[in-house]
């Protein structure tokens, strides 16, 4: 097994911070790499914290100081350890030059999500004999970070423990939320991280809202093409359900719409996991060049204020909605 330390300045002693993205599959990839870390003794005192793309508007001094690894989110040079799966994950040219991966740090953007990048790459260079209830953890994060459900009604109705547990991301009620389900999903398997009160409370308000987020969601509509739609759900009677557009709009091929965050405005880009563009643009990339990311069906960024999202979202829209010939 290769020692990571024996090369970097941080000593095994230190406390390890990691951050990660802020959904389903990013709080399991924090949980996979927590207990991968522990279980083969390269860490010993490891502690973990969400992360949203507003935090990349101070990336080059992020966690400075820091001994620090970063899931599932934006490559930074200065991480112990990084994995991502993101297509968009380097914001500088220089570090997309420059990367290798190595014992500690592993890019595969053809990974329908990150966990399985992480669980491969400690079992190959740390030795680690992964514990069977992460098996279960690596299969859903696929499904749900990729929206490989075989519909959108799966997607919005299905009761098993993996989509309840990603429904109540939708009622978090702080940012602390995501971190406790790290530890949840570290120790447990789905259906026991499923049944914590906490966790059942959520979700059963997600349905709740995702009920009347179907109802009204036709009134949050800005603009409409036969291709793609643009809505704007910052209205505090408005709930927001990510599947809505193409439930009730099947033949759409593309939704952008601006949502509100505890971090701000966020403004996100799908295309119809069921009805899929034959062409058109890479929304992740699409995304990056207002400061954001994603893949090529999806993508997200966090405008600095009100006026800047109204505006961006829009760009964004046209560009979808009316790609040039």
Same mark, same amino acid.
């Given at each position: 097994m290769v020692n990571p330390h024996?090369?970097?300045?941080?000593?095994?002693?230190?406390?390890?911070?990691?951050?990660?993205?802020?959904?389903?599959?990013?709080?399991?990839?924090?949980?996979? &790499?927590?207990?991968? &870390?522990?279980?083969?003794?390269?860490?010993?005192?490891?502690?973990?914290?969400?992360?949203?793309?507003?935090?990349? &508007?101070?990336w080059a001094t992020f966690a400075a100081g820091e001994k620090f690894a970063v899931v599932d989110f934006h490559f930074h040079p200065r991480a112990l350890y990084w994995f991502d799966h993101h297509p968009t994950t380097f914001l500088d040219e220089a570090d997309e030059r420059n990367f290798r991966a190595d014992s500690t740090r592993a890019f595969d953007p053809d990974s329908p999500s990150c966990p399985p990048i992480i669980a491969k790459h400690a079992i190959t260079h740390w030795s680690w004999e992964m514990p069977k209830r992460f098996t279960e953890l690596v299969h859903w994060s696929n499904i749900i970070d990729a929206a490989a459900y075989a519909s959108a009604k799966e997607a919005l109705f299905d009761r098993r423990a993996p989509f309840q547990i990603n429904r109540a991301l939708n009622c978090a009620p702080s940012t602390a939320f995501h971190d406790r389900l790290v530890g949840l999903m570290k120790a447990a398997p789905l259906d026991h991280v499923a049944d914590d009160s906490e966790v059942k409370k959520c979700a059963q308000r997600a349905e709740r809202n995702r009920d009347a987020a179907l109802e009204l969601f036709p009134t949050t509509m800005v603009e409409r093409t036969d291709v793609a739609m643009l809505a704007d759900l910052r209205s505090p009677r408005i709930r927001r359900e990510r599947f809505a557009p193409f439930f009730l709009y099947p033949e759409l091929n593309y939704a952008v719409t601006l949502i509100p965050t505890r971090a701000g405005n966020h403004i996100t880009a799908a295309s119809n996991p069921w009805n899929r563009p034959q062409s058109g643009p890479h929304l992740g990339e699409l995304m990056k060049k207002f400061g954001g990311g994603g893949h090529k069906g999806v993508g997200g960024v966090n405008p600095p204020n009100g006026d800047t999202a109204e505006k961006w979202a829009r760009e964004i829209y046209e560009a979808v909605a009316y790609p040039p010939k």
């Amino acid at each position: 097994m290769v020692n990571p330390h024996e090369s970097n300045a941080p000593h095994l002693g230190e406390s390890l911070k990691i951050y990660f993205h802020r959904d389903f599959d990013g709080m399991a990839s924090a949980a996979i &790499l927590a207990q991968a &870390l522990e279980d083969v003794n390269l860490e010993t005192d490891i502690t973990w914290s969400g992360v949203n793309f507003h935090r990349t &508007l101070e990336w080059a001094t992020f966690a400075a100081g820091e001994k620090f690894a970063v899931v599932d989110f934006h490559f930074h040079p200065r991480a112990l350890y990084w994995f991502d799966h993101h297509p968009t994950t380097f914001l500088d040219e220089a570090d997309e030059r420059n990367f290798r991966a190595d014992s500690t740090r592993a890019f595969d953007p053809d990974s329908p999500s990150c966990p399985p990048i992480i669980a491969k790459h400690a079992i190959t260079h740390w030795s680690w004999e992964m514990p069977k209830r992460f098996t279960e953890l690596v299969h859903w994060s696929n499904i749900i970070d990729a929206a490989a459900y075989a519909s959108a009604k799966e997607a919005l109705f299905d009761r098993r423990a993996p989509f309840q547990i990603n429904r109540a991301l939708n009622c978090a009620p702080s940012t602390a939320f995501h971190d406790r389900l790290v530890g949840l999903m570290k120790a447990a398997p789905l259906d026991h991280v499923a049944d914590d009160s906490e966790v059942k409370k959520c979700a059963q308000r997600a349905e709740r809202n995702r009920d009347a987020a179907l109802e009204l969601f036709p009134t949050t509509m800005v603009e409409r093409t036969d291709v793609a739609m643009l809505a704007d759900l910052r209205s505090p009677r408005i709930r927001r359900e990510r599947f809505a557009p193409f439930f009730l709009y099947p033949e759409l091929n593309y939704a952008v719409t601006l949502i509100p965050t505890r971090a701000g405005n966020h403004i996100t880009a799908a295309s119809n996991p069921w009805n899929r563009p034959q062409s058109g643009p890479h929304l992740g990339e699409l995304m990056k060049k207002f400061g954001g990311g994603g893949h090529k069906g999806v993508g997200g960024v966090n405008p600095p204020n009100g006026d800047t999202a109204e505006k961006w979202a829009r760009e964004i829209y046209e560009a979808v909605a009316y790609p040039p010939k």
